[in-house]
């Protein structure tokens, strides 16, 4: 998460892990006395309530502790946990209608944009909390299979099954930015510049 205190993982067997990171910040040899104590180590918590496997995952920059999970084909929902309880809390299950490949937040605004695959390959920008749709953006024609944001948390790249990158305005600059922006420019548009929203 953004303090680097927790990580979160998932993978093929449905499963959800909360780890502490204070276990990997042991040194090699105090991982290997720990080792032979516990025999194993374990996440702190366990959350099983997706239905196929999780690899879609990215903690709230605005609220620590949240984080938001994307299921696969036999799931299609984005999940909110509250991790900083000791359960690991479902706070809230969105089925999107296809299988949820990454998840990016908004530095910016409280949204999220996630990414799919079949039927629709698209992506989607999310109103936080209500979950209302606000934009689809669809182009690639396989699925998409990662998203990264850009430094000034404008923009997001994507990669899809199809072998192509695209690149999309999706959060925009942030709100005093913006206010700037309109008072700068008034209502003149830079031709070539395109804003997707």
């Known amino acids: 998460n953004e303090d680097g205190h927790v990580l979160a993982s ?50 709230c920059p605005f609220n620590r502790g949240l984080l938001a999970s994307g299921g696969g084909s036999a799931d299609r929902t984005i999940k909110f946990w509250n991790t900083s309880s000791m359960t690991g809390t479902l706070t809230n299950s969105i089925d999107t209608g296809s299988q949820v490949c990454s998840i990016i937040w908004s530095k910016h605004q409280r949204e999220l944009c996630s990414s799919h695959g079949f039927s629709e390959n ?64 008034g209502d003149f548009q830079c031709p070539g510049s395109q804003t997707i929203r």
């Open 122 to 185: 698209q992506l989607i920008l999310w109103k936080y909390p209500t979950m209302t749709k606000v934009q689809e953006f669809k182009s690639h024609t396989a699925r998409v299979l990662n998203m990264e944001m850009s430094p000034d948390a404008r923009s997001v790249v994507s990669v899809g099954a199809d072998e192509t990158l695209r690149f999309w305005d999706i959060f925009g600059p942030p709100p005093q930015s913006r206010r700037r922006e309109n008072f700068l420019l």
């Open 10 to 59: 998932g993978g093929n067997e449905n499963y959800l892990c909360i780890w502490d990171a204070v276990m990997s910040q042991r040194t090699s040899s105090q991982r290997h006395v720990f080792q032979e104590m516990t025999d194993t180590v374990q996440p702190r918590l366990l959350l099983t309530q997706h239905k196929a496997a999780v690899k879609a995952l990215d903690w």
